[in-house]
């Protein structure tokens, strides 16, 4: 007898758990009267994709949509075999995917989405104002160590960077370090700081007179400086601001894609014309990345 | 009746137990084998966890070469698996912690023990419980937004995240450890020891310096094996103010530069990594090296405290 009450709740959290499996599994598979659109891709998206796959949920109840990570390349290829509606990606389609695609009969269409532009930062004390992507190169790989090899006081240069893991530092090794080229295998110095957040950065750089950082730029507050970046040398000097990321001037910004198999019908549609609205591109400003300025007159 | 049933089975392992057969009621029968269960149970978590981490981790000597392996350039990215500098980080931020938190430590617990009035031990020990209570993501982020730029601008620093930094706040994690069991130690030195230094003619310092504390010997190098032990293990208030530049820290200079350590790696780095690929299998390599170098530091403690309680037997017999 001493037993009933302990035995009651083991069969109470049974029973809910069970109800709650399959009032899940019901949702997901049936199709009566909700859509259902499978999203996956480029990890540096998939937040984005999470916030605006939730908020446009909250909105059309009917629609249910599901995001998952895994790269660029995966999605593109679960694009190819069918297994998604939606593929994000951080690059665009390559011309192998295109052909593979197409031998499938199928013709992937891209859509930007929104940019990513990463800003180079220092400290305010700090003189500097502009550098050439090269010059960054050179200081993240180690060949510049004191600020006065590219116009500043005589101080060490402190070298600060995102982990290994976080695709951020992925695009700067390729796009900056490495000046966009395939062949080079230039490496960040090992001396550079690898720190785990945006926060680290931001508070280091904050204090530190010697440091150089770099960080998407939605996440850089006013009171740090901003690099001007010139692409090589004697070509302007550009500083970051939605308007150079736009018309592709500032030269460390990329495009962010969706692609769909054909032109987008009926739910699909519906949805990636809400991405394009204003609504969902300032969830785009609150993630740290770039709107696409189609909603501006 | 299957409560008699297993009473008897108990019995007839156990006989020695037999004689209290009318005493040994079936709670205490459950009591005594949950114990032992739990005691048990150390032993058969600690071999799991080897054997997990042998499992996941040899693999990488198969996947990476082994001049990759001990060359000094990590960036798993590229496939550098040069562990060499993560394990010198770990190790000269540990010694460093281990500077501070012996000296500190051992005083701290000799002044509570021996000096200080009794209304001081009792506002300072729990004073030491509570800091040693303290969560060290906490301490972290003292060390990052006032520690770290005070360090930077006070020794000139290119920056204030440093080995030293490191070493610096997980020795202040280490001390109350160190205190806590090497306080507890002195106390139970018997009152006749120190008597009897006093009465020949010793100062209060040459008893504690010649008397007490080699008296205390295996509880103090316990408190401090215990300190080290959770220096080397801390992971957060590290990743935080060390600055994670794998860099090879070969002398006592590199405390002035940053480092990164093992734990810093498997922290930093096991969330994104794609589940058994040869950098998942590294990193869990980097588990096994940790594992094996608390081990010789244990067993290195044990031998020592083994070794000193065998001569104090010699002596005394």
Redesign the interface.
Same mark, same amino acid.
Request: charged content about 15%; hydrophobic content about 45%.
């Given at each position: 007898m001493k037993r009933t009450p302990l035995l009651t709740g083991f069969l109470l959290v049974l029973a809910i758990l069970s109800v709650s499996c399959s009032s899940r599994t019901a949702s997901q598979n049936s199709p009566q009267s909700s859509v259902y659109i499978e999203n996956k891709g480029s990890d540096t998206i998939v937040n984005l994709a999470l916030a605006w796959a939730e908020h446009y949920q909250s909105v059309h109840p009917d629609v249910r949509i599901s995001v998952t990570g895994g790269g660029s390349g995966t999605g593109i290829a679960s694009l190819i075999n069918g297994t998604v509606d939606l593929a994000n990606a951080s690059r665009q389609i390559k011309s192998e995917e295109i052909e593979e695609a197409q031998s499938k009969g199928i013709n992937p269409v891209e859509h930007i989405i929104a940019r990513d532009a990463i800003a180079v930062i220092v400290n305010p004390q700090n003189p500097v104002t502009q550098l050439t992507l090269e010059q960054i190169s050179d200081i993240y790989s180690g060949k510049i160590s004191n600020w006065k090899e590219v116009g500043g006081e005589d101080r060490p240069i402190v070298r600060l960077s995102r982990e290994t893991n976080s695709g951020t530092h992925v695009y700067f090794l390729e796009t900056v370090l490495r000046l966009s080229e395939d062949d080079n295998k230039t490496l960040f110095s090992r001396d550079t700081l690898l720190l785990p957040s945006s926060e680290g950065i931001i508070s280091e750089v904050r204090h530190n007179p010697n440091t150089i950082g770099y960080d998407g730029l939605g996440y850089v507050p006013h009171d740090l400086r901003v690099i001007a970046i010139a692409e090589t040398e004697g070509k302007p000097y550009i500083l970051p601001m939605i308007s150079t990321v736009n018309d592709k001037s500032y030269p460390i910004a990329r495009d962010l894609y969706m692609y769909t198999v054909g032109e987008p019908t009926g739910a699909i549609k519906d949805y990636l014309d809400w991405i394009l609205s204003s609504e969902a591109q300032d969830i785009v400003v609150e993630l740290g990345f770039v709107p696409i300025l189609l909603y501006q007159p | 009746m299957s409560l008699n049933w297993a009473l008897s089975l108990s019995y007839s392992i156990n006989p020695d137990y037999t004689y209290m057969k009318s005493e040994l009621t079936w709670q205490e029968f459950i009591i005594t084998r949950a114990i032992k269960a739990s005691g048990y149970s150390a032993i058969v978590f600690v071999a799991l966890i080897f054997f997990f981490l042998l499992r996941e981790g040899l693999p990488t000597l198969g996947e990476v070469s082994f001049s990759n392996l001990v060359s /000094? #350039?990590w %960036?798993?990215?590229?496939d %550098?698996f040069g562990i060499v $500098?993560l394990i010198t980080g770990s190790l000269i931020v540990t010694i460093g912690a281990a500077l501070v938190a012996i000296p500190f430590g051992i005083g701290t617990a000799i002044y509570i023990a021996e000096i200080a009035p009794r209304w001081m031990r009792e506002i300072l020990k729990p004073l030491v419980e509570l800091l040693g209570g303290l969560p060290s993501v906490v301490l972290g982020f003292l060390g990052?937004?006032v520690f +770290? $730029?005070w360090l #930077?601008v006070f020794l000139d620093l $290119? /920056?204030?995240?440093t080995a030293l930094t490191g070493s610096l706040l997980l020795g202040g994690i280490a001390v109350p450890t160190v205190v806590s069991v090497a306080e507890d130690a002195l106390d139970t030195v018997p009152r006749s020891y120190r008597e009897g230094a006093w009465a020949l003619g010793a100062t209060k310092w040459q008893t504690i310096w010649r008397v007490t504390l080699p008296a205390a010997r295996s509880g103090v190098l316990t408190g401090v094996m215990l300190g080290v032990g959770r220096a080397i293990g801390e992971t957060m208030a590290v &990743? &935080?103010v060390t *600055?994670?530049? $794998?860099?090879l820290a070969l002398s006592l200079g590199s405390l002035f +530069?940053?480092v990164?350590t093992m734990t810093a790696t498997i922290a930093?780095?096991m *969330?994104?990594?794609a589940s058994g690929s040869v950098h998942y299998h590294t990193l869990f390599f980097i588990g096994l090296v940790l594992f094996l170098i608390s081990l010789a530091v244990n067993v290195a403690a044990s031998a020592v405290v083994f070794r000193s309680k065998k001569r104090a037997e010699r002596i005394l017999s």
């Amino acid at each position: 007898m001493k037993r009933t009450p302990l035995l009651t709740g083991f069969l109470l959290v049974l029973a809910i758990l069970s109800v709650s499996c399959s009032s899940r599994t019901a949702s997901q598979n049936s199709p009566q009267s909700s859509v259902y659109i499978e999203n996956k891709g480029s990890d540096t998206i998939v937040n984005l994709a999470l916030a605006w796959a939730e908020h446009y949920q909250s909105v059309h109840p009917d629609v249910r949509i599901s995001v998952t990570g895994g790269g660029s390349g995966t999605g593109i290829a679960s694009l190819i075999n069918g297994t998604v509606d939606l593929a994000n990606a951080s690059r665009q389609i390559k011309s192998e995917e295109i052909e593979e695609a197409q031998s499938k009969g199928i013709n992937p269409v891209e859509h930007i989405i929104a940019r990513d532009a990463i800003a180079v930062i220092v400290n305010p004390q700090n003189p500097v104002t502009q550098l050439t992507l090269e010059q960054i190169s050179d200081i993240y790989s180690g060949k510049i160590s004191n600020w006065k090899e590219v116009g500043g006081e005589d101080r060490p240069i402190v070298r600060l960077s995102r982990e290994t893991n976080s695709g951020t530092h992925v695009y700067f090794l390729e796009t900056v370090l490495r000046l966009s080229e395939d062949d080079n295998k230039t490496l960040f110095s090992r001396d550079t700081l690898l720190l785990p957040s945006s926060e680290g950065i931001i508070s280091e750089v904050r204090h530190n007179p010697n440091t150089i950082g770099y960080d998407g730029l939605g996440y850089v507050p006013h009171d740090l400086r901003v690099i001007a970046i010139a692409e090589t040398e004697g070509k302007p000097y550009i500083l970051p601001m939605i308007s150079t990321v736009n018309d592709k001037s500032y030269p460390i910004a990329r495009d962010l894609y969706m692609y769909t198999v054909g032109e987008p019908t009926g739910a699909i549609k519906d949805y990636l014309d809400w991405i394009l609205s204003s609504e969902a591109q300032d969830i785009v400003v609150e993630l740290g990345f770039v709107p696409i300025l189609l909603y501006q007159p | 009746m299957s409560l008699n049933w297993a009473l008897s089975l108990s019995y007839s392992i156990n006989p020695d137990y037999t004689y209290m057969k009318s005493e040994l009621t079936w709670q205490e029968f459950i009591i005594t084998r949950a114990i032992k269960a739990s005691g048990y149970s150390a032993i058969v978590f600690v071999a799991l966890i080897f054997f997990f981490l042998l499992r996941e981790g040899l693999p990488t000597l198969g996947e990476v070469s082994f001049s990759n392996l001990v060359s /000094t #350039r990590w %960036y798993p990215i590229e496939d %550098y698996f040069g562990i060499v $500098p993560l394990i010198t980080g770990s190790l000269i931020v540990t010694i460093g912690a281990a500077l501070v938190a012996i000296p500190f430590g051992i005083g701290t617990a000799i002044y509570i023990a021996e000096i200080a009035p009794r209304w001081m031990r009792e506002i300072l020990k729990p004073l030491v419980e509570l800091l040693g209570g303290l969560p060290s993501v906490v301490l972290g982020f003292l060390g990052i937004l006032v520690f +770290s $730029p005070w360090l #930077r601008v006070f020794l000139d620093l $290119p /920056t204030g995240l440093t080995a030293l930094t490191g070493s610096l706040l997980l020795g202040g994690i280490a001390v109350p450890t160190v205190v806590s069991v090497a306080e507890d130690a002195l106390d139970t030195v018997p009152r006749s020891y120190r008597e009897g230094a006093w009465a020949l003619g010793a100062t209060k310092w040459q008893t504690i310096w010649r008397v007490t504390l080699p008296a205390a010997r295996s509880g103090v190098l316990t408190g401090v094996m215990l300190g080290v032990g959770r220096a080397i293990g801390e992971t957060m208030a590290v &990743m &935080m103010v060390t *600055g994670n530049a $794998p860099v090879l820290a070969l002398s006592l200079g590199s405390l002035f +530069s940053p480092v990164r350590t093992m734990t810093a790696t498997i922290a930093a780095e096991m *969330g994104e990594v794609a589940s058994g690929s040869v950098h998942y299998h590294t990193l869990f390599f980097i588990g096994l090296v940790l594992f094996l170098i608390s081990l010789a530091v244990n067993v290195a403690a044990s031998a020592v405290v083994f070794r000193s309680k065998k001569r104090a037997e010699r002596i005394l017999s």
